[in-house]
């Protein structure tokens, strides 16, 4: 079974809107990490946001903020205010706190087009 | 400047020829990864290093080698190449376990002919 599952292959978006890019995990691990990565064209992977499992709080890092529904076993990642810049490739990932827990475990990722 | 550095960023090189691709990180960082990443598949982990002279396999192993001599270097061996070891490779590092993120290197385009 996936641990990590991105349903949406691609998104679409104008600018200045706000989207919200879906990502669902499985563990059975109390204590784990959430991660979002972004992948431009030009290949390179930039860390974005981190969500820790028992963190109360929702995360927040500038026009990032995750969702994190612990429940749900649901981390969306929410973009305010789209810019052409975002335009990318977005993984979320995870890590567990186990002795195979030195893996970022990724989905399979969302292509976000953000058009004028 | 904090960073992960791998050479070369692009590679082609013929089926059965001997490579190393180099990674090294100044962050000192214990954990060490290399992950390969193909289209509709995401990344997955190759190998992995959580301190000097211990590495394990992740999950996708078979046709490379590692080595953890140094706590900055975890170089990327392929003794003898294939084309379906053409891919996006990144090597990355941490400095803890599940809470701390990786910082990634910025990629190796290998094409295998």
């Known amino acids: 079974a996936q641990k990590i599952t991105q349903t949406q292959p691609g998104m679409f978006v104008q600018e200045k809107e706000a989207v919200t890019l879906d990502c669902t995990y499985d563990?059975?691990?109390?204590?784990?990490?959430l991660f979002w990565y972004k992948q431009p064209s030009s290949g390179e992977m930039i860390f974005l946001i981190y969500?820790?499992?028992?963190?109360?709080q929702n995360a927040t890092e500038g026009r990032y903020s995750l969702n994190f529904q612990k429940a749900r076993k649901s981390a969306n990642l929410v973009i305010s205010a789209s810019q052409l810049g975002d335009s990318a490739m977005y993984f979320c990932?995870?890590?567990?706190?186990?002795?195979?827990?030195?893996?970022?475990?990724f989905g399979k990722g969302t292509t976000l087009s953000v058009s004028s | 400047e904090a960073q992960v550095t791998q050479n070369p960023r692009y590679l082609i090189t013929v089926t059965g020829k001997k490579l190393t691709v180099t990674c090294s990180q100044n962050?000192?960082?214990?954990?060490m990864s290399w992950y390969r990443q193909d289209p509709g598949l995401g990344l997955r982990q190759i190998y992995y290093?959580?301190?000097?002279?211990?590495?394990d396999k992740g999950d996708v192993p078979e046709g490379y080698k590692v080595s953890r001599k140094e706590k900055r270097n975890f170089p990327l061996i392929l003794e003898s190449p294939s084309p379906n070891q053409t891919s996006l490779y990144f090597c990355?590092?941490?400095?803890?376990?599940?809470?701390?993120?990786?910082?990634f290197g910025s990629g190796t385009r290998l094409t295998v002919v």
């Open positions: 962050m000192n960082h214990e954990y």
């Open positions: 990932a995870m890590r567990e706190d186990n002795q195979a827990g030195t893996a970022l475990i």
């Open positions: 563990t059975s691990d109390p204590s784990y990490g």
């Open positions: 290093s959580m301190n000097v002279e211990v590495t």
């Open positions: 990355a590092s941490s400095s803890g376990g599940a809470h701390y993120g990786y910082t």
């Open positions: 969500q820790g499992s028992y963190d109360q």
